[in-house]
């Protein structure tokens, strides 16, 4: 999958977030195996693409990203090494399906996503685990082939899901939280300050 994702016009959040990209993530590939020798198999490659949209989306929804090689583990004290982070976020892509002319009959093709999204605090305790879904779909009216097609179904998803998490984030009751700590925190230092 090769597509564009804009960055998003946001206020970022006041949060230094360290990101874990698994290699199920980085690498993500669906294959679909033909039951005859009609048709094709598929394989859609969706690993760089999701590197793209995510890299393009926290910079733009975080006051700093770092990128990590672990997941913070409650078993070591200096659990995200040197970086100073206030949470890890960790994404998962837990399903992939898609769907095609030859599987509904009508010149649409379609894809859906699963995601699940886990949050540690630096010292490896999990904060909180959320699942959200995206969508997209392309007539081939408007392309040359099915590859493409798959190809734009997969684009308009990960641009649902990355508008889908830019949007539900804060509002999962555990960020929720932290984010209210973080600005009660700022306004109590800000007070102290003019005194």
């Known amino acids: 999958v090769e597509g564009n994702f804009p960055t998003p016009l946001l206020e970022p959040l006041p949060l230094t977030i360290g990101v874990y990209y698994d290699p199920a993530v980085r690498n993500h590939e669906f294959h679909d195996r033909s039951t005859s020798r009609s048709e094709s198999d598929w394989i859609v490659r969706t690993g760089a693409a999701q590197m793209a949209m995510y890299d ?72 909180t685990d959320w699942t959200m879904t995206s969508y997209g779909k392309t007539p081939t009216a408007f392309l040359q082939g099915a590859e493409a097609a798959v190809n734009l179904a997969a684009v308009v998803a990960l641009r649902e899901a990355g508008a889908n998490f830019a949007m539900n984030f804060p509002r999962v009751p555990e960020v929720k939280q932290m984010l209210d700590a973080r600005e009660t925190a700022a306004l109590d230092a800000a007070g102290e300050t003019i005194q």
Do not use: C
């Open 56 to 127: 393009t989306l926290l910079t733009a929804m975080f006051d700093k990203v770092v990128l990590l090689n672990e997941i913070p583990r409650q078993d070591r004290v200096d659990a995200v090494g040197e970086q100073k982070v206030d949470a890890v976020l960790v994404p998962h892509v837990d399903e992939l399906q898609y769907s095609i002319p030859r599987h509904t009959k009508v010149n649409v093709f379609e894809i859906w996503m699963k995601y699940r999204f886990e949050v540690y605090n630096p010292a490896g305790e999990l904060l």
